[in-house]
């Protein structure tokens, strides 16, 4: 069995009364796209918060490459390479395109010019930031410059999702990536993530879309209810029952055990996409 | 080729529209030229010089003001730690420290205070307007207490040498001090604008969350906000040892919000992430010359301040009416 | 040295264009003082331009003013220095450019740095309360709080000193059972007031720096029924000061003459535009001791001849 | 021929040098569901904008039930009836679910105590907003007192889409509500605005999504480069075409003449659907 | 049963947890307690109503604020407005006027300045804070020239009702001022928390455009704040002649900045959208009783302001390390 990239065991977040993440369990492997679907509020959001950085779980541990890891910070995430398309896209509004996808990553002009004087290269990120809005199909962007709280709600996501797929250099976690996109956008996503993948790269990919799901994820982690619920392969069930076991509708047992409607062959085709059965629990 | 030229013209002056020190720059203009025109000693060589040397202790402390307010902060204790960098200035080179000693033991404290400042802000996580109403009257009553209650004259020709020293630029008298602030001034401008410190500092006031996620140094990015404003607050000790060579503990008590003022007149936001130094220029130059202006029309202060409340209102007023009609 | 561009003050013709710096607008004070250097000069035919600091101890606002009044081209400066020593620089350059220059009300230190002082001799206006305050209290040891101006300021110094001089104690005196800075506003003077007596309120004697003060601290003794049982002294001689002596709110209140110093100044600079004389020196405009109460051995009016000689 | 309910000519906007409506047409009839469809940034947002006053166009006119009308702010737009949901979901972060609900609409206790003291009917308030969460299958959220920054993506979404749906009296503008929403939630709003048209009022749908798209409109209205392209019933067109439609592969010509690929049968089967031959143009 | 008792005090525990003005309330009653262990003359009933008289009119002042602040404002001319009314009040009376009708008169002016102010914000869309600096300017200078350069005493018992009349409350005394004050943060508070037009105020602060898209009646909103916040000053000037009948231009020149502490301290927000009138009750008093504490102890006022500096930001930060723990 291959040590997953990154593994979270026993993850728990609580806000007050609400149970945001509820001993959650995650493995991603390399190289694979890792879809994980959900109820809306089922702690998804949540989830991949915790494992980049951007919220410290109360309790658990975060494993990379095997490694057990704390992210502090989302900036200690992604200097481990893992790069986020967050659902709120996590732009700075009163500017523009070009410095949104390079911010924190500023490129600088060569020479002492860059290293001294620290003189950015602006037309360097423009060129740039051009050709990966261009690659994502946002066509109707007329200049790099616009400034991000004038763009549509697809230009925006468009814009989160370059920045993203432009610096990953470990793996990718995308948010419901395509939730504002058009038809011929989401396309073009869809596509990004699957040359992300063939770089080597794993992809997690939040989705409400079963069948963008289906059509691209190696493995489907189902969350419920602050927990993984189940992982399934797209191959060994349709996509009536991993809604099924989104809504509680079906369940896998506690304990891992087979699932209780006999005709679904869940969790049991390969040991790495069992429920694990020896993860940590706190009562 | 002539569109591009034409698109290039369009950008430029979308530029220019969209910058929100338009309005003010242009009440500027238009006040130098109505004095001008009424009076016969405003547009002369000589006070040209003095509106600008009048502007520049409060133009400093501006000048680090734009960049606490740029991350959503405000500082209320910049006049106080200037005052109490003119004090050590001032106490120390009278009992006897090098001139160059003094100058350094001021910008380390006035520094330190701002990091202070900066610290709590940043690690506690307290709010600027609390931490820096706190560090105002520790300040103060310090910079008392220093004083020992009476106010230091300063002769020395180093601390002294940014009023005194100067030459002449054509016919007008560039002092030292206005050197310093036109260089300071444009190395903060590059700095906000050409690099990526600068980008960060915006983007941390425009959505702290957002750049926090973003994985920008929020932390360490904010604090050295305020450690570089301290550092500034000193250079405005220096600027006004300068003009007025006596350090005075009652002094510049209206200099914090003169310095907000200037800054807000300049079109940057109080909530941060929007605004320019340019902008804060023309904040800075745009009372001193309403003052200058209306004094060589002979109208008395108490008038004078009525029509530099109605003044600086119909600035900005007449800015938001000119976008509004543009939009 | 530069050149300048503006023509040389005199060459216009037109009436005498004389400059008034004061420390603040909203002071009574200064504002007796405006009117009246405006009476004065209309009376010869010159007029005033008057300016201010925005607040008291605004060293660069009076230099600017100064600054701005040189360029207008006016004969004469009248300036009430916020600090004797702040504004040197300022007044020496108005100086070289022939302008006069003469301080009203604060002395400058060194005292050659203007041409003239018209002013009050604060320390003894001090001295005068304290010495009234002491033979109030005769034979009984004094128990002394003090309301302080802000701290540094020229005036507050000069008066504080002068008072503690008239008691015949030392700062750090136990006598002196504390002390507070009022910024000369009646609001902060009552509520340090209420909070000293709320602390110790054995006190028999209160210095206060001027009559605003003097309300705050005598609303907050009234408040503690000490009032009438504290020996209360003043400085400054506003007409609402005097009413308070008349009405027996404080004992004594020592009076300035603003206008006095405003009529001269004017005078002076008038005279030095027709022929150049200067005058020179401090001119003392007097200090007096205003009482309904008078004690042998100091020398008081009463308050008639105060309502009629007060100002504001 | 009906009057439309909504109906707007030769709108404008322009922000600098980006046009986001350019000279569009709008027909909305009683009764019926109108999708809008189109491309990122095609200006489908500004263009619901337009029709609910939150933004003044430069140029056109926009006719209410075939009366001239202009709508200075949203609020008017909101008196006239016409409820919308913002692709920005316009809620107020640092309150909770219950406020945001009713803002602006708030409940005032019955009696003298409401209408004297305008003291506010916190409980009844709180109520119904519950019941109406639940109808839409939000379950996860725990209680309706959560501040809505705290939301989950889907969570806040719900919300803006209830607050809609409650409220609309004359006509329901919404901008991908679906967008965040889950599977089975999706299906709930998609049975929420069946019932709306039900109870007679006209719903504008605008998605990305083309199935819900075909489920459940009407008419399909699509949206091109800041104008109206074209308007196609989903009995007349296949997805594809309508695809084609959005990225100008398929074109119908600008007087309004039949399209240029002959096999689609577009705004053809009747008069109202037909692209206007009569809308006034401004050079 | 049990449980649900349960999740009702946790739901309150979290309310409470919630409240920002938690430390602060924390800190003042932690004040309050070692004043009075380490004094005998702090908690004696005497005092304490002396203390909440000396925070009267500053906690006046500030309650007009919070409502400007809410909305994401902010009124830097409340103390000039003020003590425009005190000048009115008292010149009509002396000079003849029914108290009544100089009372009218008054309200009316500061109403009609919180309504200007309120119009330039709203309609042209002006930053509050140039706004209410032009305003400052203005009163300021008219309330000088009104005054005609001297100090206004009264002694009409209507207009000194305020501080004068009162009652004893078991042993405390009770003047009609602080019954007053007590009435118009209960007022305050239910509009803003249990009204429609309070939940507009939060809204409007929280977030200007959600607001205008939901169909709230942004602009009247605003502006009635503007105007509801003018008649509080002039309330405040009523206040100020019930503790010193006297109107003087030259009073409360700080008024304005304690006003704004006391609502920062009180945990609102700047930003707008967040904070609460009890908060500002605290915040009103934290500063009275520091300064009464430590003038009790004994210690001068310089200390006694280092030691307030340092107490405010304690409080503040104090609460926001409890918090972090909690989360
Ligand atoms: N800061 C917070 N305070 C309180 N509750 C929170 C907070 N953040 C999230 N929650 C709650 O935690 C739960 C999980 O939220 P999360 O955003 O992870 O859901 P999600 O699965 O991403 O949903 P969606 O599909 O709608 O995006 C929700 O019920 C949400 O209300
Ligand atoms: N305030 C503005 N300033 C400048 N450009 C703007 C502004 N608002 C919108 N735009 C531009 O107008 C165009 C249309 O935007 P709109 O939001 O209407 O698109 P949309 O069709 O709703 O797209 P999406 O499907 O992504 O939501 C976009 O190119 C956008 O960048
Ligand atoms: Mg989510
Ligand atoms: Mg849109």
């Known amino acids: 069995m291959t040590t997953p990239a990154l593994q979270a065991r026993g993850l728990v977040k609580r806000y007050g009364r609400v149970t945001a993440i509820d001993d959650a369990d995650f493995d991603l492997y390399a190289g694979e796209v890792l879809a994980v679907v959900g109820d809306n509020g089922a702690g998804k959001s949540s989830l991949i918060k915790a494992l980049s950085g951007a919220l410290i779980p109360d309790d658990g ?20 390479g893992i790069e986020t398309v967050h659902q709120t896209l996590a732009l700075a509004p009163a500017m523009d395109i070009a410095t949104n996808l390079f911010l924190g990553r500023e490129l600088r002009r060569p020479g002492p010019v860059g290293s001294v004087f620290r003189l950015l290269d602006r037309a360097a990120m423009r060129r740039q930031a051009q050709e990966q809005l261009d690659a994502l199909g946002i066509e109707t962007v007329q200049h790099i410059g616009q400034i991000v709280e004038t763009l549509s709600g697809g230009q925006r996501q468009a814009v989160a999702v370059a920045r993203a797929a432009m610096f990953g250099s470990r793996m990718v976690i995308m948010d419901e990536p395509t939730a504002a996109l058009g038809v011929k956008e989401s396309r073009l996503v869809l596509d990004l993530i699957r040359r992300i993948r063939d770089r080597g790269l794993p992809v997690v990919l939040i989705s409400h879309d079963m069948p963008q799901v289906f059509e691209l994820a190696d493995r489907i982690h189902v969350h419920r209810l602050g927990r993984r619920a189940a992982v399934v392969r797209p191959s060994d069930a349709s996509m009536s029952q991993v809604v099924s076991l989104m809504t509680g509708a079906l369940q896998i047992g506690d304990d891992g055990a087979p699932p209780d409607v006999s005709q679904v062959s869940l969790a049991g085709s390969s040991s790495a996409l069992a429920v694990p059965r020896h993860a940590p629990r706190s009562p | 080729m002539s569109a591009e030229s034409g698109q290039l013209r369009g950008r430029t002056a979308e530029a220019f529209l969209h ?18 025109a009424t009076t016969s000693t405003f547009l002369t060589v000589d006070n040209l010089s003095l509106v600008v040397q009048q502007s520049l202790v409060v133009g400093t402390l501006a000048l680090g003001q734009t960049l606490i307010v740029l991350t959503g902060g405000i500082d209320l204790a910049n006049a106080a730690i200037m005052v109490l960098g003119t004090m050590l200035f001032a106490r120390l080179v009278t009992e006897g420290s090098a001139p160059v000693l003094a100058l350094m033991a001021g910008f380390v404290i006035c520094a330190l205070l701002g990091g202070v400042s900066g610290g709590l802000v940043t690690w506690l996580n307290l709010p600027p307007f609390i931490v820096t109403l706190g560090m105002l009257t520790v300040v103060l009553a310090v910079g008392r207490l220093y004083s020992q209650g009476s106010s230091w004259p300063v002769t020395d020709s180093m601390l002294n040498a940014l009023g005194e020293g100067g030459y002449l630029f054509g016919q007008i008298k560039v002092t030292h001090g206005m050197t310093l602030a036109v260089v300071m001034f444009a190395i903060t401008w590059y700095a906000l604008t050409k690099t990526g410190w600068g980008r960060h500092v915006y983007a941390l006031g425009n959505d702290p969350e957002a750049a926090r996620l973003t994985g920008i140094h929020v932390g360490r990015t904010r604090f050295s906000v305020y450690l570089i404003a301290g550092v500034i607050y000193a250079f405005a000790a220096w600027q006004a040892l300068g003009r007025i060579p006596n350090a005075d503990p009652n002094a510049f008590q209206t200099g914090n919000l003169d310095s907000i003022t200037a800054v807000v007149i300049g079109g940057t936001s109080l909530f941060g992430g929007r605004g320019s130094v340019g902008g804060t220029v023309v904040g800075a130059l745009i009372v001193a010359v309403l003052r200058s202006g209306l004094t060589q029309a002979g109208i008395d202060s108490l008038y004078q301040d009525v029509a530099t409340g109605v003044l600086v209102i119909a600035a900005v007023a007449f800015d938001q009416l000119a976008r509004r009609r543009s939009r | 040295k530069t050149k300048s561009g503006s023509d040389d003050a005199g060459d216009k013709s037109g009436p005498v264009k004389i400059g008034l710096v004061t420390k603040t607008d909203t002071n009574p004070y200064f504002v007796k003082l405006r009117e009246s250097a405006k009476a004065a000069a209309e009376a010869k035919g010159a007029t005033v331009i008057a300016v201010a600091g925005k607040f008291d101890g605004d060293n660069e606002g009076q230099v600017a003013a100064i600054e701005n009044l040189v360029q207008q081209g006016v004969k004469g400066i009248l300036i009430t220095p916020s600090n004797s020593t702040g504004i040197l620089g300022a007044l020496k350059q108005a100086k070289e450019k022939g302008i006069l220059v003469i301080a009203l009300d604060t002395e400058t230190d060194p005292k050659d740095a203007v041409d003239a002082t018209y002013a009050t001799n604060n320390t003894t206006a001090g001295e005068l309360e304290g010495k009234y305050v002491k033979a109030t209290l005769g034979q009984t040891a004094p128990r002394l709080l003090m309301m302080d101006g802000s701290p540094g300021g020229t005036v507050d110094e000069q008066r504080h000193r002068g008072f503690l001089q008239g008691m015949g104690l030392k700062d750090g005196d136990p006598a002196i059972l504390g002390a507070a800075p009022t910024n000369g506003d009646q609001n902060k003077a009552q509520s340090a007031m209420e909070n000293l007596l709320q602390r110790d309120s054995s006190v028999n004697a209160v210095y206060t720096l001027n009559e605003p003060a003097a309300r705050g601290a005598v609303a907050a003794l009234t408040a503690k029924g000490l009032a009438g ?10 007409c609402q000061g005097v009413a308070d002596v008349k009405a027996g709110k404080y004992l004594a209140t020592v009076m300035q003459f603003p206008r006095k110093m405003a009529e001269q100044g004017i005078d002076a600079v008038v005279a030095f535009s027709k022929d150049g004389t200067k005058p020179n020196g401090f001119q003392d405009t007097g200090a007096q001791l205003i009482t309904d109460k008078p004690l042998p051995g100091l020398d008081s ?7 009629q000689n007060c100002w504001g």
Do not use: Y
């Open chain 1, 61 to 80: 541990q975060i494993l990379l490459d095997g490694q057990e890891t704390r992210f502090h910070s989302p900036l200690e995430a992604r200097k481990a």
């Open chain 2, 19 to 36: 910058n929100p020190a338009l309005g003010p720059l242009g009440a500027l203009v238009v006040a130098v030229i109505v004095f001008g």
């Open chain 3, 229 to 238: 049982k504290v020996a209360v002294g003043s400085i400054d001689g506003g």
């Open chain 3, 301 to 307: 009016k009463d308050t008639t001849w105060g309502a």
